[in-house]
């Protein structure tokens, strides 16, 4: 009986020791971290710093990364990013490229066309200026308009391109320079051609050598600048074209990338989770690829218009330009040597050199060019000048001046003027015809592109959402 009472109470204190062991592992349990300072674990904020320290741990996070779930929210954050930057960079691309056409159509090309108009009617205005000194005395109305409506049309382009140049950057323009020498040296040109005109009409002989002063200047400083100036407006047309026709490079590899990331995504978890199909990255590749395509088609379709309006509007206006240019040099060349009453040939070299030129430009014009009905019809026009300036030389040739006045500036059909005339009224059409052709393109090239930057952006999120849509129910499966 005695060792009753000593085994049960044996047996309690073990029973007791063993309650006490699992208490003391119960509370450890409860307790925070070990990482918590002995301060804090009567504190609920540090209770929170404690649990965060804890899942905030590298070993933790480095764990977490190689699981499943860490693999996956990677690569659904990774195909987010991907597919909202492509369609972000497209829409941005698109935007820059429009507002370059833009800028192009309404400023750039603009800009060229009125240096282009300023350098001819300074060149008409010089012929005219010279016409109109043969007559003698009071020269013809008609003349006397030509030269007026030149100088006119002239001064207005120079307000306008001084119109364009002001704002921030007009300190730095350098054609400021060309276009203050033009607004200078115009008055005294004129002043020398109306000093020459009050001369000839009271018949005094300075006249010629005060119009042979105003060709010189022209020839010489007007002229030169003024083609300078159309040069540089030319040549920023050209640039803004070529660099419109390069691909956009950078939204197409964006795109491609974007694209392989959905499709190795989609090869990954039929590997390891035996799906064949995943709807949502399949939504999210389908809608990339519609985006890829749409920017190579409306890129491709943008670009052959660029190269349209350089081959059919930009190159064939040039040409006509120069020779329209050319046309009136030659005049002037001619005109001045009746003035002049020149023998050394030095005209006769300059007109023949500028008609050579204009007759291979207008012989190599491609039959397949706009305005090509109007170049057919300059070439005769131009065959029958040079057999009329072949009668004013034969005239001359003889002592017979007013013959040669006559053939040079009569209003006859076989007279020189009627046929500078009708050439140059069809190399005007056809500069116009072939701007046109130009502004219509370019148009067409901007059209192109309209809704592929709103577009973009809706297929970028929208891809960005099925990567989501098609992520979240392999997550919910580790739940």
């Not at 925070?32 to 804890?54: H, I, K, W, Y």
């Not at 002229?223 to 640039?239: F, G, I, K, N, Y």
């Not at 003027?417 to 090239?445: F, K, Y």
Request: glycine share 8%; with cysteine; aromatic share 4%.
């Amino acid at each position: 009986m005695s060792d009753r009472p000593v085994e049960k109470s044996a047996h309690a204190a073990q029973t007791g020791e063993v309650d006490m062991t699992r208490t003391e592992q119960t509370t450890a349990e409860l307790r925070p971290s070990s990482a918590a300072e002995p301060g804090d674990r009567d504190n609920p904020s540090g209770l929170r710093v404690a649990f965060m320290r804890e899942h905030l741990d590298p070993a933790n996070l480095r764990s977490f990364a190689k699981s499943s779930p860490g693999r996956l929210i990677a690569v659904g954050l990774l195909l987010i990013t991907l597919c909202l930057a492509a369609g972000s960079v497209t829409a941005a691309t698109v935007s820059d490229r429009q507002q370059g056409l833009h800028v192009l159509l309404y400023v750039t090309e603009p800009d060229a066309y009125s240096a282009h108009r300023l350098y001819t009617s300074l060149s008409i205005a010089d012929a005219a200026a010279s016409t109109a000194f043969i007559a003698g005395g009071l020269e013809p109305q008609a003349v006397r308009d030509r030269y007026s409506q030149a100088m006119g049309e002239a001064a207005a382009e120079l307000v306008t391109q001084s119109d364009r140049a002001v704002g921030p950057d007009a300190a730095a323009d350098p054609d400021a320079r060309l276009r203050t020498g033009i607004i200078t040296g115009l008055p005294v040109y004129s002043g020398l051609v109306e000093t020459a005109r009050t001369n000839n009409r009271t018949g005094y002989p300075v006249g010629a050598a005060y119009l042979s002063e105003a060709s010189n200047q022209m020839q010489t400083t007007l002229l030169p600048m003024a083609e300078e100036l159309q040069t540089h407006r030319s040549a920023a047309v050209t640039d803004a074209q070529r660099s419109h026709v390069r691909p956009p490079w950078p939204a197409i590899v964006l795109l491609i990338l974007t694209l392989g990331a959905l499709v190795w995504v989609q090869r990954d978890l039929a590997r390891r989770w035996r799906r064949v199909l995943n709807p949502g990255l399949l939504l999210a590749s389908v809608g990339m690829l519609i985006l890829l395509a749409w920017t190579v088609i409306a890129g491709s379709v943008s670009a052959t218009s660029m190269i349209r309006a350089r081959d059919d509007g930009a190159v064939p206006s040039s040409r006509l330009t120069e020779s329209r240019i050319l046309a009136q040099q030659a005049r002037a060349a001619e005109t001045l040597k009746l003035v002049r009453r020149d023998a050394t040939g030095d005209y006769d070299r300059t007109f023949d050199a500028d008609i050579e030129r204009l007759a291979d430009l207008l012989g190599g014009y491609p039959g397949s060019a706009p305005a090509a009905a109007e170049v057919r019809n300059a070439v005769p026009a131009l065959a029958r000048w040079r057999v009329a300036h072949q009668h004013m030389n034969e005239a001359l040739a003889r002592g017979d001046f007013n013959s040669a006045a006559s053939v040079a500036t009569g209003a006859g059909s076989a007279d020189a003027t009627a046929q500078v005339s009708a050439l140059d009224h069809s190399l005007e059409q056809g500069i116009t015809e072939t701007r046109d052709t130009l502004r219509g393109d370019i148009s067409q090239a901007a059209r192109v592109l309209d809704f592929l930057g709103a577009g973009a952006m809706v297929l970028g999120i929208l891809a960005a959402g099925y990567v989501g849509l098609g992520i979240w129910p392999r997550l919910r499966e580790y739940r």
